[in-house]
């Protein structure tokens, strides 16, 4: 793909089309939401307002990371709606329950902040695969109803591109190097990585476990044959043993896959020395796990998540 025209003809469309409207994104931190929030702030400026809404279920350090980013890039607007996500999760222990909870907070969230604004449009970060796997059933221009009413108009300027093209053009664009590289992070956070009811209390421990398996995953240099690499809060509890005292505390599990595309998965060999040392460094940074394990299974007949 040439990037230089890409722009060109995205820029000059999204100007015709949009006029002197105002748009919004909700912008996740993720590699699309972000190539197309600077995207369309090189088109319209500060006609655009990007809404990043925190469910608390973020990685170590992300929250902090996305608002660096972009607070001086875009209009940005940061709103923690940690307490809310986890007020409506409580009590909570189905996967798919948690799921549809998680969405529909983000958009009661979302929607709160698009009010203020009177938007026409709505900017998604729509990539070819999306589409293509779900049968190719959206339609290129269609209307977004939010539950108040509200009609947006979607744009979605990068949805004929694959994720390589997208991240080609991230770095095009001046996005930085770590952003554009990292892994992909599922829209439920960390509440896909704890398994059972959410608490704060789990969420910190998933986060703690999973930040040492990226950091040492990343100094190995691994990451390179790697899709994804995180560890899941089991919700079950084992015994282990600190000095010689008995100890009960949580089953935590590695999961590292290499894939194209998510649709299939495979966990290559990996090297031991990684693995002892993730194990070594959570069971004695973590007090809460007295246990860690590595899961082998292959995407199908698992998904790559555990949730
Ligand atoms: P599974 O677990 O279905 O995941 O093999 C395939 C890919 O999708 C990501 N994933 C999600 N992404 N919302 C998302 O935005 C979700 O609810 C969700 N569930 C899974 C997962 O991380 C993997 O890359």
Redesign the pocket.
Known sequence: MNNEKFIKETIKNLREEIGNEKVIIALSGGVDSSVCSVLVKEAIGNQLTAIFVDNGLMREGEVEEVCETFENRLKFISVDGSDEFLSALKGVNDAEEK?KIIGKVFIDVFQREAEKIQAKYLVQGTIAPDWIESGGGIKTHHNLALPNGMVLDVLEPIRDLYKDEVRELGLELGLPEKLIHRQ?????GLA?RVLGELTREKIAISKMGNHIISEEVEKSGFNKNL??YFGVLTDSKVTGVKGDQRDFGYLFVIRMVSSID?MT?MVPELPWDLIKTISKRITSEVKEITHVTLSVSD?PPS???FE
């Open positions: 799921r992909p992070f599922p829209g439920p896909v899709w994804q998510a998965a995407k998904t790559i998540e």
